[in-house]
């Protein structure tokens, strides 16, 4: 599978974005989906995940209550909508693919990564 994110920009704090991350081929059902983030000069980390099913989400710290993953799979499309951003959330934000079970919150487990899109949140 192959991964393609968008929806990033510019937005003020307290604003809203919604990230896309499209994937082609016919086994995006048998990925669970992930979104990480990395700041300028900080690792790359986890924001949040949703299984292969949907039925299942999970959210750092610094983000629950504000930010909701989703999946779409007729459209082969994960989503990841950011409400009440802060200035700390400013980084790239990229989409990966899982094709196991657990650990959805550990960088190495993800097979799959796409380019990474740009969120900058201005104070």
């Known amino acids: 599978v192959q991964l393609q994110a968008c929806g990033g920009g510019l937005v003020q704090s307290g604003g809203s974005l919604r990230l896309s991350c499209a994937a082609d081929?016919?086994?995006?059902?048998?990925?669970?989906m992930g979104w990480f983030r990395q700041a300028p000069g900080k690792e790359r980390e986890f924001v949040s995940a949703i299984n292969f099913s949907g039925g299942r989400t999970y959210y750092s710290d610094s983000v629950k209550g504000r930010f909701t993953i989703a999946r779409d799979d007729a459209k082969n499309t994960v989503f990841l909508y950011m409400s009440g951003l802060k200035p700390e959330d400013t980084a790239v934000y990229y989409c990966?693919?899982?094709?196991?079970?657990?650990?959805?919150?550990?960088?190495?487990?993800?097979?799959?990564w796409g380019q990474g899109t740009l969120v900058t949140v201005s104070s």
């Open positions: 081929g016919r086994t995006f059902t048998y990925y669970a």
């Open positions: 990966a693919a899982h094709s196991g079970r657990g650990a959805y919150d550990q960088l190495s487990r993800y097979d799959k």
